[in-house]
């Protein structure tokens, strides 16, 4: 199984090297966004944290659904065909959901940079380092089987942001209350609670996708 996995990661990585445009279109929006923040505070930092780390999970909201939304979308009818002579449903969806959460976590630490060059770096703890990864696979989680979802009805690219919004806006706010709890300093009976709830939901997003894809793999 584990095999076949890193053949479906190598699959991906391969198409998307050979399909470059699509990753340079998702930063290309996601720089566009950040300098668009930069230019509408008149070329300066901001100082108020709220508003900082507000944009920057907007930003994320948006990029994540620009970027996952072509997680299915590359694949041919033809190829899906020839993927279901090779590999169990399972073993695509977690390939799937594995191989989004490293692209993402990527992107995310692409944009804090560039976030943190333009508009200042108002977090004093490393905590932002272990957002980012909770961002990231607690958005690709849901992005991944909503992505499936919207592949299998007539490849419905709209369907994607009906049905992403309701699901990760609950997830943005955690990161949001996250961030604003531990921008100064690491507190753990600060966090706990908001902790375990992402980790239930992260829980249920699998559970869910590697379930349901079953059905959706045999369509």
Known sequence: MIKKI????????????????????????????????????????????????????????????????????????KRNYYYYYLFSPSELIIAKLIYNFLFLFILFFLSFGLYSLLLGNLFSSNFIFFLLFLGAISISNCLTLISAISYQVQRNSMLIGILSFPIIIPIIKILLDLSKNTYVEFSWNVIEDDFYILVLLNIIAISLSNFLFKFLWKN
């Open 6 to 77: 890193l053949i479906i990661l190598a699959k991906d990585l391969k198409i998307d090297l050979n399909h470059s445009h699509l990753f340079l279109s998702v930063v290309l929006y996601l720089v566009s966004s950040i300098f668009i923040i930069y230019v509408s505070f008149n070329f300066i930092e901001i100082n108020e944290f709220d508003v900082w780390i507000s944009l920057f999970w907007i930003v994320i909201l948006f990029g994540s659904i620009a970027s996952i939304s072509k997680s299915f979308f590359h694949e041919s009818y």
